[in-house]
């Protein structure tokens, strides 16, 4: 009988939702975000905080539910402001044309229900 490892499952989730997100700030950070600036003001820089800091934080385990929520946030304003004219289509391919970004925002709501699981730097805070 295979025994079941919550935990591993989580920090599986972790790397592939706070990994994989942590890729489109650093390429912000080396290409900037002057596109958002304009259309946002400087509401636009939080993007740093959506797809750097909560990626980071969520990848080590630390305060995970915030970041998750924070993660969810930055999803829900890229659907908003980048691609609301694809809420209803599908991609050439037949998937969803917002499928990526779906799946980071239901990823990080299910870190903010479970936390972090005990592989992370932070396991006593409520928010871990």
Partial sequence: MI???TDLGLL???ISVGGLMLFHGIAKLLHGI???VENMG???YAVY???VLAPIAILLGFRTRIAAVLLAITCIVA???AHAQDIFSISDHGGYANELLMLYLFGAMALFF???GKYSVSKTNAWD
Wanted: hydrophobic residues 50%.
């Fill in 3 to 5: 025994s079941k490892n």
């Fill in 79 to 81: 659907v908003a402001v």
């Fill in 34 to 36: 002057s596109f958002l």
């Fill in 114 to 116: 479970t936390g972090a």
């Fill in 49 to 51: 905080i959506g797809e």
């Fill in 42 to 44: 400087a509401f636009g």
């Fill in 12 to 14: 599986l989730v972790r």
